[in-house]
């Protein structure tokens, strides 16, 4: 595993989600309660709508297009549950947040 810096604490905070570029690969981080950060892929596995653009309440979050909801904790599906998203694994140190972004890859609906 390759954990590379992506930003620190002072550019994401808590209940925020941005995209990042990191090893030319777009990530998606989800800065949740108690400290925990989500990094995942950018594009909802429906219809490659950008997650960025939904909504975050709590753990789950919610895509604008067609209104799947996955939780941004497990990146499960939430509703629908047969879906899922993708879970880069992360490093936190000190203030600082790293992602392996080679660690998973972004999942896709099968129609
Ligand atoms: S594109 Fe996200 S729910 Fe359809």
Redesign the pocket.
């Known amino acids: 595993m390759t954990f590379l810096r992506v930003c620190s604490f002072d550019d994401l905070w808590e209940g925020e989600m941005k995209v990042f570029t990191v090893d030319g690969i777009e990530v998606l981080l989800v800065h949740l309660k108690g400290g925990h950060v989500t990094a995942t892929q950018v594009v ?6 950008e ?1 960025v653009e ?1 909504t975050l309440e709590g753990d789950i979050l919610t ?6 909801q996955f939780n941004a904790r497990t990146c499960t599906g939430h509703n629908p549950t047969h879906t899922q998203i993708a879970s880069y694994p992360t490093q936190i140190q000190g203030d600082e947040i790293f992602v392996d972004v080679n660690g998973d890859v972004p999942k896709f609906a099968t129609p």
């Open positions: 909802c596995p429906h219809q490659n709508v997650l939904g895509c604008r297009m067609h209104l799947w």
